[in-house]
């Protein structure tokens, strides 16, 4: 596994984790038994130990074979934003917000999601999946012949108790329902690291860069309302 920092993952800023590290098993986390978090993602609060994980403050992630890490960094405040997961090719996108106690946050997500796509000449579909309602989003994008066509996006989300998950799926994972399968496996092993401090809804959980890997954050940010890349550029006509 590769620790990268910004829009790409570069070998040259990365170190790398302790290869040992197994994967904790989520069979042994003690999850709520009810609606679609049953299987993952957890929270903290529903897991035995840290073992195993890589330590992103925020987010716990389960090591996997090919996987690379890319933490994205806000210009303005140095922060990390996001974490980005390549595998086979696909990417996931994952950010986890503060959320009301009693409210869930990704209806309301969703509606600002098909707006801001909306706004940009593009177009959403929901869909069902593995995770509940899902959105396909798809945006105006150039081709490399001077054509036109679109970008493609597949946004998922999950409420946890005071928490709201989101993940981007880019690459094949956007569209095929088996490139997906490896990056959805992940996302349900994400553990969330709420904490106990009060915070208003839709702040960002704080990530950091884990203790076995050491970085010089490059100067640009990635947007937050929407993925940094699209699974792939599709012809129209």
Do not use: C
């Amino acid at each position: 596994m590769v620790f990268g920092l910004g829009r790409k993952a570069k070998k040259e800023q990365a170190a790398e984790p302790d290869e040992e590290l197994t994967a904790a098993d989520p069979a042994e986390a003690v999850a709520d038994g009810t609606g679609l978090r049953a299987n993952g993602p957890y929270d903290e609060s529903e897991i035995t130990s840290r073992d195993g994980y890589v330590d992103l403050g925020a987010l716990l992630i389960t090591p996997s074979e090919g996987l690379q890490l890319r933490l994205e960094v806000e210009e303005a405040t140095q922060r990390v934003v996001a974490v980005t997961m390549d595998l086979n090719g696909s990417s996931l996108q994952l950010q986890a917000f503060a959320a009301p106690k009693t409210e869930e946050l990704w209806e309301e997500i969703r509606g600002q999601i098909g707006q801001s796509v909306g706004a940009q000449g593009g177009q959403v579909e929901e869909i069902e999946g593995g995770f509940g309602t899902e959105l396909v989003a798809k945006l105006p994008a150039g081709l490399p012949d001077g054509s036109q066509g679109y970008r493609v996006a597949r946004f998922i989300g999950v409420d946890g108790p005071r928490w709201f998950l989101r993940g981007v799926l880019g690459g094949p994972a956007a569209l095929e329902r088996q490139a997906a399968e490896p990056l959805e496996a992940l996302f349900r092993q994400v553990v969330v690291v709420r904490g106990d401090s009060p915070m208003p809804p839709r702040d960002l959980l704080q990530l950091r860069l884990p203790k076995e890997a050491t970085a010089t954050p490059p100067p640009a940010a990635p947007r937050l309302q929407e993925p940094e890349r699209g699974p792939e550029i599709t012809q129209i006509g």
